[in-house]
């Protein structure tokens, strides 16, 4: 038997091997023992190198290699069925959180229209005593409105300016209670005080007048009428409340001069201070004065 002494381990197996198996393709043993084929048999095929790198066909196909040629094919390259593959889990997209809407404030919207309606009703005299029962329930819806802004996230505007107007409106009302108090107490002093009056009344040609005037106390209506009077007349009187002095003269007739024209005055002193005066003009003229 050759020995390889020069030769490698695995290099040495091969020649035996090579030596002891033919290369005819049906893996038989050679029968001369001399290292070569029996006649007829063909020649030994030569053992390349294996190609192990893969090559896809058909869209990615695996093809199978075969190993060098010892009778007996081999598969060098796996299928891919033979390992598991994990499954793909579903691609779920992140879920982005979302603000939340904000809500109605209803009540910041009713106390704005009320606080505009009391706002604008406390403007005018009298009717403006509206206000006083608008301008607080405007403010209270307002003010709740406000309140309410802070979760609702809305209405925060019209719940300031529904505050605004209605305090607006509660100041309007005020002064105009203020102002209706002390004319009231104006009006209660005066009506109490009483007043030195002096009536007085002339023609321009000497005509002969008729005249009544008041002489009220404490709002009850009284009079006094005098006729035939010469001109120029006066009577004093004394008057108090409300009703103010009147006076009211006229030309009394003249039978010996029928159309006689003249001009008739009247004149309203009060406490020194003359309050009143009028004129008129013709054959029956009469005239008022009134304070």
Known sequence: MTQHIDQPRHRRIETDEYRDFSGNGFGRPMT?????????LG???HHGVPQFAPTFQNFGAPQQHQSPQYGIPQQFAPTWSQYPVAPQQPHIPAQRSHPTPPQSNGLATAGLVVAIIGAVFSFIPLV???????????????????VKSRSARSGRG????????SVIALIMCVLWTTAFVASAGNVSAQAATVHQVTYKVTTSKGSKITATYSQSRN?????ATVSGEASPWSADAQVSGLIGPTV???????????????TISCTIIEDGVQVAQNSATG???????TK
Do not use: E, Y
């Open 32 to 40: 001369n023992g001399q290292g070569t084929p029996p006649a007829g």
């Open 43 to 45: 020649r030994p095929q």
């Open 128 to 146: 403006g005593t509206v206000a006083w029962v608008l301008a607080p329930i405007g403010l209270v819806l307002s003010v709740v409105g406000l």
């Open 158 to 165: 019209k719940s300031v300016a529904g505050i605004m107007l």
């Open 219 to 223: 709002d009850q209506i009284a009079q």
């Open 248 to 262: 009211t003269a006229s030309i009394s007739p003249d039978l010996t001069h029928v159309n006689k024209k003249d």
């Open 283 to 289: 054959t029956d003229a009469m005239v008022t004065c």
